[in-house]
């Protein structure tokens, strides 16, 4: 059942393009269906939270967790930025002239 929960919260995730940090909250019916409830971009986040929590279940340490969450932003921020200097390159003058 822990995998299947797993997978639909990853699925979700996923299909909304999240990025980073989410929380996806399921419910779990007395007949063993599931449903989600909400996906939370901006969950508590202190080392006592269930975010820091759930993850810590995995193995994975606070330290490690907000290490890993950084080095993701950086990174998408880094190619966000190679994409809008592209952008911006197509639209110089001189660029725009030369496609006319």
Same mark, same amino acid.
């Given at each position: #059942?822990? +995998?299947?929960? @797993?997978?639909?919260?990853? #699925?979700?995730? /996923?299909? !909304?393009?999240? /990025?980073?940090?989410?929380?996806? %909250?399921?419910?779990?019916?007395? %007949? @063993? @269906? &599931?449903?989600?409830?909400? $996906?939370? +971009?901006?969950?508590?986040?202190?080392?006592?939270?269930?975010? *820091? =929590?759930?993850?810590?279940?995995?193995? &994975?340490?606070? %330290?490690?967790? &907000?290490?890993?969450?950084?080095?993701?932003?950086? %990174?998408?921020?880094?190619?966000?930025? =190679?994409?809008?200097?592209?952008? !911006?390159? &197509?639209? +110089?003058?001189? *660029? $725009?002239?030369?496609?006319?």
């Amino acid at each position: #059942q822990v +995998t299947t929960i @797993q997978a639909l919260a990853e #699925q979700v995730y /996923r299909t !909304l393009n999240c /990025r980073g940090l989410a929380r996806v %909250d399921l419910f779990l019916t007395s %007949d @063993q @269906q &599931l449903f989600v409830n909400e $996906v939370n +971009t901006l969950p508590g986040f202190t080392d006592i939270s269930m975010f *820091a =929590k759930n993850w810590s279940v995995s193995g &994975l340490s606070f %330290d490690v967790l &907000l290490k890993h969450l950084v080095d993701l932003a950086m %990174d998408h921020y880094a190619v966000k930025k =190679k994409m809008n200097n592209f952008l !911006l390159e &197509l639209n +110089t003058p001189e *660029a $725009v002239s030369s496609h006319g």
